[in-house]
Nanobody
Framework: QVQLVESGGGLVQAGTSLRLSCTAS????????MAWFRQAPGKERSFVAG????????LYPDHVRGRFIISKNNANNTLDLQMNSLKPEDTALYCC?????????????????WGRGTQVTVSS
């Protein structure tokens, strides 16, 4: 069992940066592949970034590649998302998720552990 708690969200202006963190409980964090998803009001939850268990493989969708950076610290049981050049369309509830697969999967259904999320609001 893994419990995930996100932090770092807030209200920021377009063009600025924000860093989200996800802290995991449990001693097997290092074996989990992790991801960030987001859900805007009225929209489905979508994949934002993913990183495999050892941090060597990362995956981003086109709309955040080059702006967002995902990182994983197995010693501290933390997953971070550095978000740069934020846009109003990045406004959403951001959630971290975990699974035991060895490769990153963009599909929501492959993740078995979820945090409750942290709200990010980007004003224009």
């Amino acid at each position: 069992q893994v419990q995930l708690v996100e932090s770092g969200g807030g209200l920021v202006q377009a063009g600025t940066s924000l860093r989200l963190s996800c802290t995991a409980s449990g001693s097997t964090f290092g074996s989990y592949t992790m991801a960030w998803f987001r859900q805007a009001p009225g929209k489905e939850r979508s994949f934002v970034a993913g990183i495999n268990w050892n941090g060597k493989n990362k995956l981003y969708p086109d709309h955040v590649r080059g702006r967002f950076i995902i990182s994983k610290n197995n010693a501290n049981n933390t997953l971070d998302l550095q978000m740069n050049s934020l846009k109003p369309e990045d406004t959403a509830l951001y959630c971290c998720a975990a699974n035991r697969f060895s490769v990153v999967d963009m599909r929501e259904r492959s993740y078995i552990y979820w945090g409750r999320g942290t709200q990010v609001t980007v004003s224009s």
